[in-house]
């Protein structure tokens, strides 16, 4: 269990897999105000990684991983500008 | 030492030098955008050099530096008054990290410390708003840092890059591909972006499963590296090679880069050593020229054709290489400033220093002697000179001293002036002191003009300070500056107003591979006097000459000048001609007259320091090789005379 939603906040936790797409593009439908914490995330595969670049919702939390922090999120501002 | 420390030592300070002046220009005028340019290339060199050797706290410092200018760049917000007090601040620490590097191998033990503290006050004076680093969807600001990275690697890399464009199949999320992993996976990966393939649909009709993308990314390692992270996807990638783009980066001051070389300067010394031979062998051409005449003019007629082409060829030559060796002093000069700032903060006085001309250029040997001098003058008049603030502010004057270092050419001379607006030396106090100590007795001192007491502060031993400073008061004092002074046959000057401040003046000559030197006869013998030694030559009737005191006076231009005899003071047979020639020196600010048999020819030639037994003799400069083999005594002239 990777996506937690919780009211207005999508947690995702540990290593985020292409079966983690779906369950995240349900609960972005649902609400797309909600925000997504990534602070506890270790991965995220391209599937979650493109949502997130297409829905825009906003980003909170600095994960621990540094591939993930310095090099993956980094990518989303690219196409968020 | 290793080579690339070597070339790093040399680069990485000229590098610090830049980044100095250029945020010297950008406190000047902040909207500097040419100097803001020029910053960034020199911090992000530096920061490129820096990563091979043990500076890791250097490294992240500056990269922290780099993205904040490189933010500024983009945005055209102006540096703050505070930001570039902050980089001058962690120029000043590199430059230190570089000192710390060249003796011990490695940064200090507190560089980590100190590098910490810099980082958190370049993130704190962020400006809050217009930052193209604000990331527009309210990502947290960590992210910033890395688009700089990579542009900056875009736009500078030294290296070829290898540009890749990996279209993943929509349906490889199927088969369990993770494209992004396998992006991640690119060795020496430098930028990686990711692209929508068409808009990205809305999310009431997004399909989680397609992949929508595709990424592109920049890797400096060899291009069959990254063919070989891609080895399982070979037809849904595409790669280029990119050359580096050097002519966004080098085309600022250094354009010319490509032909510059650098030349050990042993190799230069001893190129320059052999022109200096030239110029002998050339002299005694003349001589051969001369004989020639006696015994076969028609020959001395081609010979003295053959000479002057010679002469004029040697002559290119020898102005060719001089120019060669003349560096400007901006190189050895660069760490005058932070020292000055360090110097007083120390003693806790609020000083403005500013250095002009430290663009003109001198011989390197002389570049290369200068800065020790030039510290003691100037440590001293922070030290003694520049009063605290708030005598200063009792004076009447402005808190912030004033501390100025000038160099400028002056025909064939280097003049450096350092000059302060602080207390001034009190001739009348110097000459307590000097007395006090007995440096001289008080006799003398009262029959000092206020110039030549002034020249009390630089007799051996002599410190006027109240207390002894740990910074002037090393033992090493304004003596040795003289004496460094006298090395390079320059001259010191000293002028100072009570309450107003004083005024250093280092007189300098500007090539010094050969000398020019007087030939004179004296008691039979020929001597060597170097032209820059001799302020006149003049002739008097004897009878004019007076016994003073122990020794013999004239009177020249209503002052009287003591007189010695070179014939006697070497042993030879005094003069007993008519007419006197004089050779008219300074010494210890004085005039003295050195009297001389004969005036011969002036020459050029390479003074050799003087070796063996006549090293032990005083007043000897050296020796020079004459054109007809002869062997030539020079002469030191203030040092003979003192």
Known sequence: MSVIVTGDVIALVGACLVEDAEPLLVALQADPTRSVDVAEATRLHLAVVQLLLAARPTLTGVPADPVLRDLVLPLMRHVNR | ?642
């Open chain 2, 1 to 642: 030492m290793d080579e690339l420390l070597t070339q790093f030592l040399i680069e990485g300070r000229e590098l610090v030098a830049e980044a100095e002046a250029e945020l010297g220009r950008l406190s000047a005028n902040p909207r500097n955008a040419t100097a803001l340019d020029a910053l960034f290339r020199a911090v992000h060199t530096l920061k490129g050099s820096v990563g091979l050797f043990a500076m890791k706290p250097a490294e992240a410092l500056l990269h922290r530096a780099e993205d904040q200018l490189g933010a500024a760049r983009r945005n055209g917000a102006p540096l703050g008054r505070e930001r570039i007090e902050t980089l001058l601040a962690c120029v000043d620490a590199i430059d230190r990290w570089i000192d710390e590097l060249e003796q011990a191998g490695e940064t200090g033990a507190d560089a980590a410390i100190i590098a910490e503290r810099l980082i958190a006050r370049l993130d704190g004076g962020q400006p809050e708003s217009g930052s193209g680093n604000a990331p527009a969807s309210g990502l947290p600001d960590w992210v910033g840092p890395l688009s700089a990275r990579a542009d900056a690697l875009l736009a500078a890399a030294d290296q070829n890059l290898v540009a890749f464009r990996y279209s993943p199949d929509p349906d490889c999320f199927f088969r369990g591909d993770d494209p992004l992993a396998l992006a991640l996976a690119v060795p020496d990966l430098v930028d990686l972006a990711i692209l929508p393939v068409d808009d990205f649909a809305a999310i009431g009709d997004w399909d989680p499963f397609r992949c929508q993308v595709l990424l592109e990314g920049l890797s400096s390692a060899p291009l069959d590296a990254v063919r070989a992270a891609f080895r399982l996807v070979p037809d849904q990638v595409a790669f280029a090679e990119i050359a580096p783009q050097r002519a966004e980066t080098d085309n600022a001051p250094g354009g010319d880069a490509s032909r510059i070389v650098r030349v050990d300067g042993a190799r230069l010394d001893s190129l320059a050593d052999d022109v200096s031979e030239l110029v002998v062998a050339t002299n005694g051409l003349a001589h051969a020229v001369r004989r020639a005449e006696q015994t076969d003019p028609a020959l001395a007629q081609i010979l003295r054709t053959l000479q002057g082409d010679i002469d004029r060829i040697t002559g290119r030559l020898h102005r060719g290489v001089s120019a060669i060796r003349r560096v400007p002093l901006a190189a050895p000069l660069r760490r005058l400033p932070r020292l000055v700032r360090e110097i007083a903060r120390g003693l806790d006085k609020p000083v403005r220093f500013t250095m002009r001309g430290e663009g003109t250029e001198v011989d390197k040997m002389i570049a290369d002697a200068l800065f020790e001098p030039l510290l003691h003058i100037l440590r001293n008049a922070l030290d003694h000179g520049i009063e605290t603030a708030p005598e200063r502010q009792a004076a009447g004057k402005p808190a912030e001293g004033s501390l100025q270092l000038q160099i400028g050419r002056q025909s064939d001379e280097v003049v450096i002036s350092v000059s302060d607006d602080g207390a001034g030396i009190d001739p009348a106090r110097l000459r307590a002191v000097a007395v006090a100590r007995d440096v001289i007795d008080a006799e003398a001192a009262a029959a000092l003009s206020d110039a030549q007491a002034l020249r009390l502060i630089l007799a051996p031993g002599f410190s006027t300070a109240a207390k002894v400073t740990d910074l002037s008061g090393r033992g090493v004092g304004m003596d040795a500056v003289a004496r460094a002074i006298e090395r390079l046959r320059g001259r010191l000057l000293i002028e100072s107003r009570v309450g107003e401040g004083s005024r250093f003046e280092i007189r300098l000559p500007l090539d010094s591979i050969t000398t020019r030197l007087l030939i004179v006869e004296a008691g039979g013998e020929r001597y060597g006097i170097p032209l820059d030694q001799i302020v006149e030559t003049t002739r008097v009737e004897a009878e004019t000459i007076l016994p003073v005191g122990g020794g013999r006076a004239c009177v020249l231009r209503d002052r009287t000048v003591p007189i010695i005899d070179l014939a006697d003071l070497l042993g030879g047979e005094a003069p007993q001609d008519r007419i006197a020639r004089l050779v008219i020196t300074q010494s210890g600010g004085e005039s003295v007259a050195i009297r001389v048999d004969a005036f011969d020819a002036q020459i050029d030639v390479l003074v050799r320091e003087p070796r063996g037994l006549l090293d032990a003799l005083p007043g000897v400069a050296g020796t020079a090789l004459l054109g007809d083999g002869a062997v030539l005594l020079v002469l030191d002239l203030p040092e003979l005379a003192a």
